[in-house]
């Protein structure tokens, strides 16, 4: 390909491409430079800190992150899980009042950022951390979810608490009604981050639950599973054949405090392979966007298409192609100069319908489980 030359009028579009990104709160990236990887390097970082429970260290490191980019959702639902978790560990410590002094840390430190960003997610974000710190100082306060209903005169229900497919039972009875809501309270539980520590002692990446599931290699059926990955845990539920997903599933993930992200379609092999949809839900902002098309071993490989349902019901619709994981062109009917971030799929586009896209360094687009490269 002949090199060309950029002249002024070049410098200008691309000035005007980072004021749009920069006015939207986000950082701006040339793929495969230096911050950008040094970025991605730091989520790892973080993640790995709350791995080893140094949830002070993981706050730390996001809030480094945002400091360069004080709107980044990855950032955000980072901090906010690390301060959750961090809260959790010194209550279950029998220390409510240092619990509420680390929410109330995160609140203070969420409305100097606001002050910056002017962001009604985290406002929103401010009001949940504020009632968790006087939560935790309300002893009387009842379980709001208990993850499993037990009768104490019924000897089948009486499992010891350490019993992992009490947490798993319930995920299959959610999942297998489509209570994806109420699996917010399952996803990054206690009782969910128990079980994972438990399998990594245990060197176990999965643990499989279902009525008729006895621990069979070559199990067919339906059922649930936890599978551990690098960037944590996710929750799936459907079809095995031989031991492996095979059929219609759905992948869950918590990425917030009242988000989840999912996959919803068809695998083979133990992946996404065929028809599918990544779905970024908000249950607070009541809002929902989705990324479908066909998918090849857990990449976006083909017609790909994304919508965007705001909480009044307004759509924003738009379709591109994507060929293993990668779609540098994405041709848009959205909304002029708006930055949109659907999960792993961010394109900006301008009053004049160009359309800029970009994604982390590194990364394929693809459900979560499949995007590393």
Not at 28 to 43: D, L, Y
Not at 157 to 186: C, F, H, I, W
Not at 206 to 228: M, S
Request: with cysteine.
């Amino acid at each position: 390909m002949q090199e060309k030359k950029q002249g002024s009028k070049g410098i200008i579009i691309c000035l005007i491409v980072m004021a749009v990104l920069l006015a939207a709160g986000v950082a701006v990236f040339i793929i495969g430079t230096g911050p950008a990887r040094n970025f991605s390097k730091m989520n790892d970082k973080a993640i790995m800190c709350i791995n080893n429970k140094d949830y002070e260290g993981a706050v730390d490191v996001y809030r480094q992150m945002l400091e360069i980019a004080p709107g980044n959702d990855t950032a955000l639902s980072g901090l906010n899980r690390a301060y959750s978790l961090w809260a959790d560990y010194l209550d279950d410590d029998n220390e409510p009042e240092l619990a509420a002094e680390v929410m109330e840390e995160e609140a203070d430190y969420l409305a100097e950022l606001n002050d910056r960003v002017h962001s009604k997610r985290i406002s929103r974000m401010i009001q949940d951390v504020e009632q968790n710190a006087r939560d935790y100082l309300d002893e009387d306060k009842p379980d709001p979810d208990p993850l499993v209903q037990t009768d104490p005169d019924d000897p089948t229900q009486q499992r010891p608490d350490n019993d992992p497919s009490v947490l798993l039972e319930t995920a299959y009875e959610l999942m297998g009604r489509g209570d994806y809501k109420g699996m917010l309270n399952v996803d990054g539980s206690t009782e969910a981050d128990a079980l994972v520590q438990l399998m990594k002692d245990r060197g176990q990446d999965i643990f499989i639950f279902g009525d008729d599931y006895n621990g069979e290699k070559d199990y067919t059926g339906q059922a649930v599973g936890l599978y551990i990955i690098p960037d944590g845990y996710y929750f799936y539920y459907g079809d095995y054949v031989d031991g492996v997903r095979d059929g219609f599933g759905t992948s869950y993930w918590k990425n917030g405090t009242e988000t989840y992200e999912m996959y919803q379609g068809y695998w083979k092999d133990d992946a996404p392979n065929g028809q599918g949809t990544i779905t970024n839900r908000d249950e607070y902002a009541d809002s929902t966007s989705m990324v479908s098309g066909s998918f090849t071993d857990g990449r976006q490989d083909g017609d790909m298409s994304y919508d965007v349902i705001d909480s009044l019901g307004m759509i924003s619709h738009g379709e591109y192609k994507a060929t293993d994981g990668d779609a540098p062109e994405i041709k848009s009917s959205g909304v002029d100069s708006t930055y949109y971030g659907y999960g792993y799929t961010p394109y900006v586009e301008l009053s004049d319908g160009t359309i800029i896209y970009y994604y982390s360094d590194g990364e394929y687009l693809g459900a979560l489980g499949y995007r590393r490269r």
